[in-house]
Structures are given as structure tokens and as C-alpha cells.
């Protein structure tokens, strides 16, 4: 079984996709963390975030993994907690805006599907793009100012909360209006406004969704 799960930053992506996952015995494929690796590679060697080709090549060069866990191993090592970086942040939506390097993810994540048999993948593009069969497409969505607040709880930065809210924004803003693989819900995707649910509560309705269709 493939489920996607797409939306904005801080719309709790990863955290419901991760028990979604644990609930249902799939595993989880969290697609941002290999972008946000791309993004480190292409810092550490002083490329251009806008040099498509230069993207690419580091791309392409890349050895992404993951660990039982579901983190990311780069090269064979650990990509956390330097992906989560704010400098990755701030230059992940140009770099993963690059088609050329798109085009060495995204057959790395289909591949990853195969090869575990089937998982719950959260993203921009895991319904609209890269997993179109998905059985379950969720798009999930909350105000600007809750995902802010969620995301610089996560960090533990929540003095930084106004920084925090205009980034995600900008990031919204570039991920939303680029031309390749563009952060939309799909006409297909069930949308899920979050703001006023826990990750919990998101959990139980996707998976009361799930389990409706089992037994029918
Ligand atoms: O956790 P958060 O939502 O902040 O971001 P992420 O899932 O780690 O993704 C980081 C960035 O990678 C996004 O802002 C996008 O620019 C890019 N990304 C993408 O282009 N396509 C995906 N399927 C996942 C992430």
C-alpha cells in the first residue's frame, strides 16, 4: 500500500505520517529530508543554490539512505541534525526547485517503494507527482501563524516565532509558485485542515478513513 501525505511546512507531515506508518506495520519514507541533504551537499561545496547543473551534479553523486529508523544516511553518515539546519531551510525550496535535480530524487523514492513494499510518504509532490497510484493521497493543511507556532516548538525556538512564521511563508511561497512538481493538493488528495487537531486527532481521522475502506 502507498499512502502520500503532502502539504505545507509545520502542516504536521511527518509526525502523523511517521505513525500513520507505525499503525498501519508500513514504512516511511520522509522525502524533504533528501532534498534538505541535497541542500547541505550543495552548502558544504560552495555551490550556487540556483546553479541547476551544479545542483544536479551533487545530486546525482549522492548516496541516500536510511536507517531501520527512517533517518537519513548521507554518504554513509548520519544526515541529521544538519539537515534541520536554518541555512539548509533557507536554500532547500531553490535548490529542490531545480527539475534536473528532481529528476535524481524522484526515481530513488519510487525505488524505495518498491523495495519496502509499500509505504506512507510525506512531501510537496507524493500524490501529485511521484506516487499518482498512491492508494490514499491526504493533503494537509493549518493557518500560517499555527504551523509557525508548531515548528518553533519543535525547534524550542519560540522566541523566534516571527522569523519562524515569515520564512515558512517565503518557503510556502516558492514551493507553491515553482513550475516543476509544485506544493498543490491534488484533485484527487482528501484535504485535512489541522489547526484545530493534535497530531493525534489527525492520526485517529486518517486512519479512520483507512480502516473504513478495509472493511468495506
Ligand atoms: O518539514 P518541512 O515541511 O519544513 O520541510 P521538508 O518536508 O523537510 O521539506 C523541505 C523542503 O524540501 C520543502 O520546503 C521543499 O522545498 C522541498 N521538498 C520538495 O520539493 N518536494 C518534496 N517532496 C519534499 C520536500
Redesign the pocket.
Known sequence: MIIAI??????G??TVAKALAQELGLSFL???????AV?LAVIEHDVDPMDAEGCARIARALSLEFDAQGRIQIDGRPGEPA??SETV?KA??A???HSEV?AA?VPQ?RAEAVRRGGLV??????GS??FPQADYKFFLTASPEVRAKR?AHELHEQARFAEILAD?QL??H??SS?KD?P?LCAPDAIPVETSSLDAQGVVRLLLARVRKDAKS
Open positions: 503532502d502539504g505545507p511546512a509545520g502542516s507531515k511527518s520522509d522525502s524533504g529530508a533528501m532534498y534538505r541542500t539537515i534541520r531551510t532547500v525550496s535548490v529542490s526547485a528532481r530524487i523514492q510518504a510525506d512531501g510537496r509532490d507524493m507527482v511521484v515548528r515558512m518557503r510556502d516558492l514551493d515553482r512538481s506544493l
